[in-house]
């Protein structure tokens, strides 16, 4: 009744106000396993707390299809008892979470329209329950990797170990992902205060994250009040200008980010409150809580590439995608495949409509592209074509700026409105501008690489050159 009344008074939806609600309820939560009543039960009845409490919020947005999540933990807990450790059992978890996924997503999307249900969860449990698995391959090798030293399971981890790292409050609704390691540390007290034995002292860098959260999420509502996706399907938006829509595509994209930033920064500040996030401490002694940190936010916000974009945004899945899936292509011979096939695959994690597939495509035709760009740039200022700081410099990042957010928000069009159907015509109606700028840098580039000399390398030579034959 609640969440129906505030839907109704906010004007959104149900299942939107359930999932706030159940963020925000992290809160009281931590405090409530910072409590001795909780902090000193053994390490059992923890997982059992743990497990406890997440089911019923998986159970409050989706009631009796949170067994769905108990079903996949039970499926790979059996597949390690009888396999665990071998590469049969890494392809299993992979082909058999994956598969699960997709089932979801295929029969969710027969039987009504695309929004938060089930396959929500379950797209975190197929990531945190395949990386489990890899871990305890890596465990079981006579020398484990040194990029997986952290990670690596020794022992078989046991059940109910499984279901509290997957129902574990902090990250089963939304993420972020975390090793079973970290998980299993952070139970058994390792990163309890050194000095007390209790709770680490992190409730003020917790409550920072939510109030940073909660000005996020304040702004997006308020921008999508004048600014709302359906708007850009409208009459309205198609009469303006080319300039006009690109503007409104830029400003309307980086307002989408707000959405997700505010709530992967509430989530972080609650799992920052219970001390699963801790992280040890920098080089001026002071601890660090950003373990388990989703979202880069200065860098997000101050970043000028596409590279600071993706280091910066959904930190913990594009690590994952880069330790257990990119690392492992290594067979493969080809770094650009390998980062086709992860794409794809992230692509295919989010869901089935087409607007993931061309997001994450745009992704990669943008990444490479910018590349190709600063090699071309890095080139004009080796050879003094292009001033180094001054106001011109200043208006170029300014520039540069503008043009990454534009074209982020262009493949965000897809990310957000699913259907091609839906964000095809308004890529129509900027004549493909996300596709054509990077595609003619790509074209480009080489071209003007071969015309521009490298004189400050050559000259720089010569000089040398010249020092010796006057010291002979």
């Not at 807990?77 to 997503?105: D, E, Q």
């Not at 972080?268 to 920098?282: A, K």
């Not at 002694?285 to 590439?305: F, M, P, T, Y």
């Amino acid at each position: 009744m609640v969440a129906a009344s505030l839907a109704s008074l906010l004007g959104s939806s149900e299942g939107a106000i359930k999932l706030l609600l159940s963020l925000f309820l992290g809160y009281p939560l931590a405090f409530l396993y910072r409590s001795p009543l909780v902090y000193r039960l053994p390490p059992a009845l923890k997982h059992v707390f743990f497990v406890a409490v997440g089911f019923s919020i998986c159970y409050y947005n989706f009631g009796a299809d949170s067994a769905h999540l108990v079903a996949n933990v039970t499926v790979i807990y059996l597949m390690l008892l009888l396999c665990g450790g071998t590469k049969f059992s890494v392809i299993f978890a992979l082909v058999f979470n994956t598969s699960y996924l997709i089932l979801a997503y295929y029969f969710q999307m027969s039987t009504y329209e695309f929004g938060i249900s089930w396959s929500m969860p379950l797209c975190v449990v197929t990531l945190r329950l395949t990386g489990v698995v890899f871990d305890y391959y890596d465990g079981q090798k006579k020398e484990i990797p040194a990029d997986a030293k952290e990670s690596a399971l020794v022992e078989r981890p046991g059940y109910l170990e499984m279901l509290g790292h997957v129902f574990f409050f902090g990250g089963v609704m939304v993420g972020p992902q975390f090793t079973l390691k970290r998980y299993l540390s952070f139970v058994n007290g390792e990163f309890s205060d050194k000095r007390t034995g209790g709770p680490p002292n992190s409730v003020s860098a917790g409550l920072q994250r939510l109030i940073l959260g909660v000005a996020y999420i304040f702004v997006f509502q308020i921008i999508a009040l004048y600014l709302p996706d359906s708007y850009l399907e409208s009459p309205e938006f198609f009469q303006l200008g080319f300039l006009s829509k690109c503007a409104l595509i830029l400003l309307w994209g980086k307002n989408a980010l707000h959405k997700y930033v505010g709530v992967w920064l509430v989530t972080e500040g609650s799992i920052i409150l219970t001390g699963m996030s801790y992280n040890g401490v920098n080089e001026l002694g002071v601890e660090q809580w950003d373990a388990c940190k989703n979202i880069r936010v200065w860098h997000l916000e101050s970043g000028e590439s596409f590279a600071d974009f993706i280091r910066s945004f959904n930190v913990n899945t594009n690590q994952w995608m880069s330790r257990y899936i990119f690392k492992r292509l290594r067979f493969l011979g080809s770094k650009t495949l390998s980062q086709l096939v992860t794409l794809f695959y992230l692509a295919l994690w989010h869901g089935l409509q087409s607007g993931y597939y061309m997001c994450f495509f745009l992704e990669l035709l943008q990444t490479n592209a910018e590349t190709q760009w600063q090699s071309v740039f890095k080139r004009c200022q080796a050879a003094g074509y292009l001033p180094e700081g001054g106001p011109l410099s200043w208006v170029g990042r300014v520039v540069r700026k503008l043009v990454l957010v534009f074209l982020w928000s262009y493949a965000l069009l897809g990310f957000v409105l699913h259907e091609y159907n839906r964000w095809l015509p308004i890529y129509h109606s900027v004549y493909h501008a996300g596709f054509v700028v990077p595609a003619l840098v790509m074209v480009l580039a080489p071209v003007l690489r071969s015309l521009i000399p490298a004189q400050s390398q050559t000259n720089g030579v010569h000089v040398e050159k010249a020092k010796v034959k006057k010291e002979l």
